[in-house]
């Protein structure tokens, strides 16, 4: 009867569902970005607990959390994370950030550690504009590892 979509976004400003949007969008090409394929499909490494686990699986984790706009799609700051990690280990963030300095260096992690406090507004103009990127972004992706539908 009614779109999930539409119930989510019901009052919400247009600014809140231009956001809503690059999360669903940005999150699709971190999962793909980190996610590898085999004979039998798309697998990931959790940044945090190193396990491999199937796409289906992954979570866009961020190791400074989504609250602080200046780094909530920052692409050093955000990689493939399993559910369990993300989601019920408050993100594993001290094995997260062992991850990340393997993975970035320990520069990139201090300097984003310290941009979380930056301020930071997105404008539908940037927003919108953010969202056309990652689009072509997960279209590059999906073409280059061979990415169908199932």
Known sequence: MWKKSTLRNKGKSDRSKLIDRLDR???EYIRLRDSFKTQSGFYFRCISC???KPYEDADCGHYVNRGHMSTRFSEDNCHAQCRSCNRFD????YNYRRGLVAKIGEGRVLLLEGKKHAACKLGEFELKAMIEEYKKKVKLLKEEKGWKKK
């Open 50 to 52: 190193g396990q491999i």
């Open 25 to 27: 969008v940005f999150s």
């Open 90 to 93: 408050e993100g594993n963030i």
